[in-house]
């Protein structure tokens, strides 16, 4: 493997209109920001296409629905606790409050990126699951990627081979659960950060936070690091953190970071594989689009130079095993 190792920039997006925010999100108050996905996500899948970029789009499953009554129909007789909580949230049963229809499903959007080029359709579970909470199992979490697999294929958006966990929340006996067809998920890079984070939580955040403006931590990795027993973990490098106009101050400092970080993994032909949601996109829209766009330009400029590929979560493990075999 050492010597087919490559320069690449990955990217994947957590699409999950409100489903990612109903457990901690007010109805009324994201209703604004939902809707200004369905600006985003096109505009994304332009600027990608303007440039090359191949990315992985892993797509909560409730989105891919048209309405409650097919979502009732994929729901288990017996909900997982976190899971009843959120239907609770949407106030199905009121038809004055209920939450509106397109701030869950979203199957317009999805239909966008199926016919994107060079997109990836993966899964963000079948209702945003999380594995850290205290009635989490590993049971209810297969039962969601193996729903989650069955409305992808039933949609028409091909078999599900990836996966990124909600709010990151990885742990080995929750990547040992995933269903067999899923064989690629998004992990984290265990620097020094995480191991601080692990030990106190608020430093390490702040630590986290710290790097996304000063180089703290290199967050590239190689090709080899990827494959592991027979499953592709493709680690996470960077949050691409939105545009927040108090610090603005900050903003060019933290683009610069990014691009640094991408220049060396160009040059030492490393992976370099950031993420973010389309509704960080909702406020400040046109600043986190010119943002993207520059980064997106400078690496249209290591292409040439570096040879560096963009390549979705799934071709990388593609290559890779290519060159196992």
């Known amino acids: 493997m050492k010597n087919k190792e490559i320069g690449a920039l990955v990217i994947s997006l957590d699409f999950e209109l409100f489903w990612g925010i109903a457990d901690i999100g007010d109805i009324k108050s994201w209703e604004k920001e939902i809707q200004k996905v369905y600006e985003i996500v096109p505009r994304t899948l332009a600027l990608f296409e303007k440039y090359g970029i191949h990315a992985t789009w892993a797509t909560v499953a409730g989105i891919m629905l048209e309405n409650k009554n097919e979502l009732y129909e994929y729901l288990p007789q017996k909900l997982p606790q976190q899971t009843e909580e959120i239907i609770q949230k949407f106030n199905f049963e009121d038809e004055n409050n209920s939450i509106p229809s397109f701030m869950l499903f979203g199957q317009e959007l999805v239909d966008r990126i199926k016919n994107a080029v060079n997109q990836e359709i993966g899964t963000h579970t079948f209702t945003h699951y999380y594995c850290s909470k205290q009635s989490s199992n590993t049971q209810d979490f297969k039962n969601e990627l193996e729903t989650a697999s069955l409305i992808m294929e039933k949609k028409g958006y091909g078999k599900c081979k990836t996966v990124v966990f909600p709010r990151n929340q990885v742990s080995q006996k929750y990547v040992s659960a995933m269903p067999n067809n899923i064989r690629i998920y998004r992990g984290s890079i265990s620097g020094f950060i995480d191991k601080i984070k692990k030990k106190n939580k608020l430093i390490g955040t702040i630590i986290w936070y710290f790097d996304h403006y000063i180089p703290l931590q290199n967050s590239t990795y190689s090709i080899s690091k990827v494959y592991e027993n027979g499953i592709f973990n493709i680690k996470l490098s960077r949050l691409f953190k939105a545009y927040k106009d108090k610090y603005r101050f900050a903003e060019k400092l933290k683009i610069k970071r990014y691009i640094r970080e991408m220049e060396y993994a160009a040059k ?32 249209g400029e290591l292409n040439k130079k570096y040879g560096m590929l963009s390549m979705n979560m799934y071709e990388l493990a593609r290559y890779i095993e290519r060159e196992i075999d």
């Open 268 to 299: 030492h032909r490393k992976i370099y594989h950031i993420c973010w949601h389309p509704h960080n996109f909702s406020t400040f829209t046109e600043k986190n689009f010119e943002q993207l766009e520059e980064l997106l330009k400078k690496f």
